[in-house]
C-alpha cells in the first residue's frame, strides 16, 4: 500500500472525447509523474509536477495536460482521445524534487479503453 | 538514445527453483537502475535500486540483482521461487536527459509452475 490513489479505476470514452483522470498523492509529496502504460509495454514517461508548475515532459502531445493542487491531488487531461490512447494511466508521487527517481510510489493506475 | 532491454516476455520457473530475470540497458554515464514489480490489477513497486554503491544490490521478498558495468547488465535474481512471486517484472534506468524520468523495459511476466 503505497498511499497514492487512483479515480477512476476503469473508463471507457469514444474517440474525440475529452477524459480527466485523478491521483490522490501521499500528503508531503510535493512532485506527482503520470505515465502511460500501453498492452504488453513498459511505463511511459508522459510528464512531472512540482509544486504545481510542470517541471519536465516526455514525448506526449499537448493534448495530454495536467495540474496539480495544493491538497497533493493531481489531474491528467487529455483531449480529442485516440484509439490509440487506451492504456494504463499511472501515477507516481515523490516526496521530493532531488532524486525523485528513486523515491516514486505509484498508484494502482487507470485503465482507459478508447472505442 | 537511452534503452532497456528485457529478454524474454515471458519466464517460467518451477516453484522452489532459481529465478532469473535479465535486464540491459544503454547509458554512456553510470546509470541509475530499478526492478519494479506489477501484480494483476496493482501499480508498480520498487523491488530494489542501484545508485553507484555496491554492485549487488539486495531488494525486498528475497530479491537480488547485480550491478555488471562490462555487460551493461543489471539482472534479477531469486534462489527459491514462491507462488506469490507470479507478477510482471520492469526494469528501468533513469533517463540522463533528468533524473526523475525513468527509461522502461517492455517487463517479464513471471510465471511459476506448481
Known amino acids: 500500500e503505497t498511499g497514492v490513489t487512483q479515480s477512476p479505476t476503469h473508463l471507457i470514452k469514444t474517440r474525440g472525447q475529452q477524459v480527466t483522470l485523478r491521483c490522490s498523492s501521499q500528503s508531503g509529496h510535493n512532485t506527482v509523474s503520470w505515465y502511460q502504460q500501453a498492452l504488453g509495454q513498459g511505463p511511459q514517461f508522459i510528464f512531472q509536477y512540482y509544486r504545481e508548475e510542470e517541471n519536465g515532459r516526455g514525448n506526449f502531445p499537448p493534448r495530454f495536460s495536467g495540474l496539480q493542487f495544493p491538497n497533493y491531488s493531481s489531474e491528467l487531461n487529455v483531449n480529442a482521445l485516440e484509439l490509440d490512447d487506451s492504456a494504463l494511466y499511472l501515477c507516481?508521487?515523490?516526496?521530493?524534487?532531488?532524486?525523485?527517481?528513486?523515491?516514486?510510489?505509484f498508484g494502482p493506475g487507470t485503465r482507459l479503453l478508447v472505442l | 538514445a537511452q534503452s532497456v532491454t528485457q529478454l524474454g516476455s515471458h519466464v517460467s520457473v518451477s516453484e522452489g527453483a532459481l529465478v532469473l530475470l535479465r535486464c540491459n540497458y544503454s547509458s554512456s554515464v553510470p546509470p541509475y537502475l530499478f526492478w519494479y514489480v506489477q501484480y494483476p490489477n496493482q501499480g508498480l513497486q520498487l523491488l530494489l535500486k542501484?545508485?553507484?554503491?555496491a554492485t549487488l544490490v539486495k531488494g525486498i521478498n528475497g530479491f537480488e540483482a547485480e550491478f555488471k558495468k562490462s555487460e551493461t547488465s543489471f539482472h534479477l535474481t531469486k534462489p527459491s521461487a514462491h507462488m506469490s512471486d507470479a507478477a510482471e517484472y520492469f526494469c528501468?534506468?533513469?533517463?540522463?536527459?533528468?533524473?526523475?524520468?525513468?527509461?522502461w523495459g517492455a517487463g517479464t511476466k513471471l510465471i511459476i509452475k506448481p
Open positions: 528501468a534506468v533513469n533517463s540522463m536527459d533528468s533524473n526523475y524520468q525513468l527509461i
Open positions: 507516481a508521487s515523490s516526496p521530493d524534487r532531488e532524486g525523485t527517481v528513486e523515491t516514486q510510489y
Open positions: 542501484y545508485t553507484s554503491a
